[in-house]
């Protein structure tokens, strides 16, 4: 059986990651074991295990898709993990975070983002496994923006006309990367019809579900390139 | 007054000297570092000296050879400079000056003087004089008619408070009442205190203390009801015993101190003298060696923020030392004293001196504690931005286009 671990930030990336991976893979052919880390003081390390999803036998493709609480701990988790990865021969390990947020009182903005590169590899070990670091830009709400027909999925009166007009910006061309806070933007959209987006898992889920995943693994590559190491990293183990 | 500046030596002299400059203290302060860095002598140094000020502990032949460089600073900007030697015994030397000009001056040689206030003026004149060399001229000449100046550092040392979170914080020491009235010598600055503490709390301010504490061990996550002082049922205790008892939702009767658990009643304990010290003001700098020890990292992470918040209501400093990775995750890294161990010293680093390296980590993605596992203030961080990346391969954004 092949093995593959995924780090992300939080719920939300882990949904969406989760969905990503069953409708690549098809969920007969995967198992997806979900599971929250958190502490890592001197209590310890609480792993705290989430669900299964897929394959319940006969799969070759395993995935261990961990929601790491905090976009600062995703490179700290793979770096305390790593090693017991690989004694428990994963293949490719995957770390999944976005750039807003606050750190040290500041919050990050884009101009941040050639120092974050900069440090990408740093304290985490490199041989065998060479982990591919994904950056969500800004967040990963930029990668639903982009596939902007789910929009109408949400809600029927919600267009591509409508969504431009709302946000004075096009998403279907529009530098969806560049803008500073695309979950505003989608909750600015859904709420002119009664509706709202949330971080909350209810509210994500049904965005992350609204989604036309063909859109998202063959049409995004020039609107969201960022996303295409973790579908290539996902690519390369279904391979 | 408050503590700026701290510099120490022990064992003055000896193949064994051990030294930290530069200690610098803000408002908050969470001194970090590997075991055996020399985070709780960096506390103790600072009780120690705050108890000689205020005869706490007296200087014995036990004592080794230690000397104390303090600067301090008041609400009004008047900075103060205290500086202390010891040896066994015996002061050796001993230095007190305000806004840069000395008031009291013990060389190590020859004839110690002191500024004294004549009757009636502001003027000063010095006035030699020859003490004890087992006594502070600081505590002995103190008069607050002819050497006020004094009385701030003595205050000081007074209101300095030091708990070493990872010992029993008062769980095994109990109390006995009588009738009418609780008979407790408030041992001031005992970190054990917890009962007395209590209850002088309780008597100044019999809602405010109280409900104060069930507000703070509710958001640590227990469900506090009420919290008092009753009659301990432990088996064989003497008659009219007292215990502090906290009743939670859900369970039919109070628990006990003694049947808390550590890490409960640790919090609890610590709750009590800093709700003390919020509502009294009669605390200048709280110390806390290993906070959070025993607590699970939620828990460690509110109490960090709880204590936070007494120490800006009772205008005191707080400094926390731990290695606890949780602890050093939930505290942003302005707040860090770092300790490093070289030698026959403890290197400290912060904001002031590290800045680049402590502003540049924010963009490693990594968490606090990775700074000091990690040893980042020994990276190169001097590194072209745009070229020389130390990522070749992850180091390009992903460029898109329409």
Request: hydrophobic fraction near 35%; charge should be negative; include cysteine.
């Amino acid at each position: 059986m092949k093995k593959m671990a995924i780090f992300v930030e939080g719920g939300t990336e882990l949904a969406f990651t989760e969905k990503l991976l069953l409708e690549i893979a098809g969920a007969k052919n995967i198992q997806v074991h979900k599971e929250k880390d958190r502490g890592g003081g001197k209590v310890g390390r609480y792993i705290t295990f989430i669900g299964k999803v897929g394959a319940q036998q006969d799969h070759h493709h395993y995935v261990l898709l961990v929601d790491c609480g905090g976009d600062d701990r995703v490179r700290s988790v793979i770096k305390d993990r790593y090693k017991s990865l690989c004694d428990e021969r994963y293949r490719v390990i995957v770390g999944l975070r976005d750039i807003r947020g606050e750190r040290e009182g500041r919050r990050m903005t884009y101009a941040d983002i050639p120092n974050m590169l900069k440090w990408m590899d740093y304290g985490v070990p490199m041989q065998p496994i060479r982990p591919t670091m994904v950056l969500a830009v800004m967040e990963i709400e930029a990668w639903f923006l982009a596939e902007h027909s789910h929009f109408s999925r949400v809600d029927s009166r919600l267009t591509l006309p409508q969504v431009t007009q709302i946000l004075g910006f096009d998403p279907s061309t529009g530098a969806v990367e560049e803008r500073p806070e695309p979950s505003n933007d989608l909750d600015t959209v859904y709420r002119t019809v009664g509706k709202a987006y949330e971080k909350v898992p209810a509210s994500t889920q049904a965005t992350i579900d609204a989604l036309d995943y063909n859109v998202v693994y063959l049409g995004l590559k020039s609107r969201t390139p960022n996303i295409f190491p973790l579908i290539d990293a996902i690519n390369e183990f279904l391979n | 007054m408050k503590l700026k500046l701290l510099s120490f030596i022990d064992y003055v002299g000896l193949p064994y000297e051990w030294k930290f400059n530069g200690l610098l203290l803000q408002d908050r302060n969470l001194v970090v570092g590997k075991n055996a860095s020399g985070k709780s002598r960096i506390l103790s140094s600072i009780n120690d000296l705050a108890s000689l000020l205020t005869k706490r502990v007296q200087l014995s032949a036990s004592a080794g050879a230690m000397s104390w460089e303090a600067d301090f600073a008041d609400e009004k900007g008047i900075t103060y400079k205290y500086e202390l030697k010891i040896n066994q015994s015996a002061v050796l030397s001993e230095k007190f000056s305000r806004d840069g000009l000395t008031l009291l001056n013990r060389p190590a040689d020859g004839v110690a003087t002191i500024q004294t206030k004549q009757p009636g003026t502001d003027a000063t004149q010095p006035m030699d004089f020859k003490i004890p060399n087992h006594e502070l001229a600081a505590v002995n000449k103190m008069d607050l008619i002819q050497t006020p100046f004094l009385e701030p550092l003595l205050k000081w040392g007074d209101e300095v408070f030091y708990y070493r979170f990872g010992t029993t914080m008062g769980q095994d020491r109990y109390g006995m009442a009588t009738p009418g009235q609780v008979n407790f010598d408030p041992l001031k600055h005992d970190e054990n205190s917890v009962m007395p503490k209590w209850i002088l709390g309780h008597q100044k301010y019999p809602d405010a203390f109280p409900n104060a504490l069930k507000d703070d061990m509710r958001r640590l996550g227990y469900e506090v009801e009420r919290v008092n002082l009753e009659k301990t049922t432990l088996l064989n205790a003497p008659e009219g015993m007292m215990t502090l008892t906290v009743k939670e939702k859900g369970l039919a009767r109070p628990t006990e101190q003694h049947f808390m658990s550590q890490g409960m009643f640790r919090a609890y304990s610590i709750l009590v003298h800093a709700n003390y010290f919020a509502l009294v003001r009669e605390c200048g700098c709280l110390l806390i060696d290993d906070i959070g020890e025993g607590l699970d990292f939620e828990r460690s992470c509110i109490l960090i923020d709880l204590l936070s918040e007494k120490a800006r209501a009772g205008k005191f400093q707080l400094v926390m030392s731990t290695n606890d990775r949780f602890i050093m995750n939930h505290v942003p890294l302005k707040d860090w004293t770092i300790v490093k161990r070289e030698s026959g010293q403890s290197r400290i680093y912060n904001y002031e001196n590290s800045k680049k390296h402590f502003d540049e980590f924010k963009f490693t993605g990594l968490n606090n504690f990775d700074f000091l596992a990690m040893d980042f203030l020994n990276e190169d961080i001097d590194l072209d931005d745009t070229e020389g990346s130390p990522n070749e391969e992850n180091g390009n954004l992903c460029r898109g286009g329409n």
